[in-house]
């Protein structure tokens, strides 16, 4: 099968009830990071349920220690690659940090500047009670909105790295309280970032809406990872990622034999030339 051709079978285009449809169904959804329209199109063929444009683009492809420095104008034209590239997934754009803190209209005026560009599907920001009110306003204007809980890396600083979350009653008890804000806020899916497994698992069992997990174990109704995690693009990767490739090794060897035959004449050759 080439690279893009589908092997899915299932809707045409995702939308947003089919999230829904997905958990009822007991479907797994499968959701991976994506920050070009290159590897938007590779992983849209190749079935994805859900492109996440991640201000993880801040750490992964901008050279940032953290998500914290990235802008809304650094995800517009990210997000306008992958919407314009994916033909099938269900695409949400992060709302980068310092773009929707400050309350629903700060939130609203972010997230249709955000609509208006790109073609996103939906908007996805983190924390629960504390952001519960701005979920309402989105959801109110029309657009979807993806909660994030757990640890949520715009609050590095706050939570003193990535650390698991939702350990010890009271910790576990405020995690639920977050899930029950996001989804009676109108929040169409929630991702749950390093929880443990049994809480991930609970929060799971008593939330209507889809929960897509990271490091947060099986019984999520999605997962999700960061693309170059996935594909062992990088010597390291987070201990919850399973490495489905040694992308970052391949290309490595693939630039030093283009080095290597560059400099010794072997190419160009008479086949990668024009005749007159
Ligand atoms: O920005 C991102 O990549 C994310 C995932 C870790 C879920 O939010």
Redesign the pocket.
Known sequence: MSAHTSPVQGPKRVRVHHLAEAKARGEKLA?L?AYDAVTAAIFDAAGMDVL???????N?MHGHAT?IPVTVDDMIPAARAVARATKRAFVVI?LPFGSYEAGPQQALETAVRIFKETGADAV?L?GGVRSAPQIRALTDAGIPVVA?LGYT?QSENLLGGPRVQGRGDAAVEGLAADARAVEDAGAVAV?L?MVPVDVAARITEAARIPT?G?GAGPHCDGQ???WTDMAGMTAWSPRFARRYAELGAALQQAAQDYVAEVKDSSFPDEEHSFDK
Do not use: A, R
Request: proline share 4%; charged share 20%; hydrophobic share 50%.
């Open positions: 959701m990071t996440l444009v991640g201000d993880s683009i801040g992964v998500t992060d996805k983190e994030h890396p991702v970032e897509i990271i999700v990872l960061v």
